[in-house]
């Protein structure tokens, strides 16, 4: 007679968030998998003791830990003390909680801005630590170095197979499209949106234009966590990516095509540009088999229609 195999018992952390939905719509078709799921209001992740009564209870066998406090760079600028204090809470508690219990593997999502502002172009995972970080946003790039460390020294100490993930700008459903505190993606998408429906003749954008950025779209990171959760001996962090990127005055005008926003486009150098090029080194990722398949102008595409439908339905988070 077939024993019927355990299903895999998956939390999820940050669950709601663009990230965490984006994980849960990956891994919910998996059969194979309970998806074990918290709110932030059912399980604050900054509470050490509440993290460990979770864990306790739950024994799951795999974490993946998306959840931090996240924003653009006027927020980092703003809330820093916030931005150090909870991320390193939520990362601390998430990890050392899941070796207490038993927790198998476990993968932790940093962010690209763990690498220094002058770091060589694309970036590769050796250049940690090499100079100083983008002063924008130290905080929240500290406490990201700092969730990397601890899966790398749990694993070394206690031989956990805890390791990381180090995505590139992402952008998708669920997206926070708060006017001041939301990434530059969203931020165009909501802009041209609005000028068009006010029939405005110019939109002034913030910077030169002339930065370049690399954009993922979340679905896509959620595949390639799945892959990185297959190995059997990953690296201790990946960089996860597309390997090319684009001027923000690229991106503008794309994004005003897909909105269908037709008037002129300026640009206010007087606000900051922030770090001239942040392109990820995913050569590891490649030659581990792993590519993204959403292309920006398809995401793009595919991120206002969610726009659309998350205004309509009165769910656009801002
Ligand atoms: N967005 C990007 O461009 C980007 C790029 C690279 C890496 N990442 C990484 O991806 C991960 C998720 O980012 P995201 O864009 O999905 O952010 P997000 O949409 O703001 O989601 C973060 C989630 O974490 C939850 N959370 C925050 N503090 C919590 C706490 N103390 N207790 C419990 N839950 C808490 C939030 O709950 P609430 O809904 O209650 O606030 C939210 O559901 C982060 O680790 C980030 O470093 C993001």
Redesign the pocket.
Known sequence: METKRAPLKLFI????????SALVRRFEKEKEVELILR??AE????DQKKVLDFYQKERPDVVL??????GGILANNTYPAEFLY?NLM?ASNAIDGAWKTGVKRLLF????CIYPKMAPQPMPEDCLLSGPLEPTNEAYAVA?IAGLKLCQFYRRQYKALYYSAM?????GP?D?YHPQNS?VLPALIAKFHEAKEKNESAVVLWGTGSPKREFLHVDDLANACAFLLKLDSPADWINVGVGEDVSIKELASLVASTVGYAGEIRWDSSKPDGTPRKLMDVSKLTAMGWKASISLPEGVHKTYQNYLEERAAGRLRR
């Open positions: 952390a940050g669950h709601g968030g663009m990230v965490g709110s932030r399980l604050d992740l900054t830990v998306a959840a931090a406090k996240v909870q939520i999502l940093g962010s690209s990201k995505p590139t700008n992402l952008y669920g926070n990434h």
